[in-house]
């Protein structure tokens, strides 16, 4: 077995941003190789989530918005990267990944969040590829998939996927995983704290 994550420890880059409100931050992706999602991971801002400090983490099959797994993250470590196991039907569990579908990973946060603003998507070598063309950072207001996009951004939402089962729609083993990522990110934060979150509000009616 093998585990691959999104970005590595030392990829973070971005700064952290204030929104006064609950966001939902995620990350899209798809496997082409048999794997199974283990744990949710997220970049806890320096000065923590702020609000009750409790952020949750929300994976997504995006095709119909159903909701697979969830994660908790009572008091995250701050300015460092987290990872907590998903919960199915209330008990820690892995979730199948089936070949090329589109999945969310994302964190609900209470108020900060970290964010890069038009991220070079980086390209991984072995067995995990992100298409730096097609980044993939979207967002929503309050608790629900996130699926607006704007500016290029990244959210750093991540996931650990264990490669090296079986494949839930094919049945065979392989190690090895191909990210694809999807649209644009979502908020323009140059230059300032006061989000231009909002800037997208016509399109999703928020």
């Known amino acids: 077995m093998a ?10 880059t971005g700064g952290s941003f204030e929104e006064g409100s609950v966001l939902s931050l ?8 048999p794997g199974d999602a283990v744990r949710a991971r997220f970049y806890c801002p320096p000065s923590g989530p702020g609000g009750s400090g409790v952020v949750n983490m929300r994976l997504y099959r995006v095709g119909d918005a159903e909701l697979l797994a969830t994660a908790v ?3 995250p470590t701050v300015d460092a990267w987290n990872e907590a196991p998903w919960i199915v039907d209330g008990d820690p569990a892995s979730v199948p990944l089936v070949i090329n ?18 991220y070079t998507w980086p390209k991984v070598s072995g067995g995990l590829h992100i298409e730096s063309e097609a980044p993939a950072g979207f967002f929503s207001s309050g ?6 996009t704007f500016g290029g951004n990244n959210y750093y939402a991540d996931i650990v996927i264990e490669f090296g089962g079986e ?3 094919e049945g065979s ?3 090895g995983l191909d990210l694809a990522v999807a649209a644009t990110g979502s908020a323009d934060h140059e230059g300032a704290a006061a989000l231009a ?10």
Not at 101 to 118: D, E, I, K, L
Not at 143 to 148: N, V
Not at 197 to 206: D, K, N, S
């Open 173 to 175: 083993a392989a190690l």
């Open 3 to 12: 585990e691959e994550t999104i970005f590595t420890d030392s990829d973070f």
């Open 197 to 206: 979150f909002h800037r997208p509000r016509g399109f999703l009616q928020f």
């Open 73 to 75: 993250f009572p008091s």
């Open 26 to 33: 995620g990350t899209r992706f798809h496997v082409t190789d």
């Open 101 to 118: 579908t589109v999945y969310s990973t994302s964190y609900v946060t209470p108020n900060r969040y970290v964010a890069s603003t038009a």
């Open 167 to 169: 494949a839930p729609s």
């Open 143 to 148: 608790d629900a998939m996130p699926a607006g």
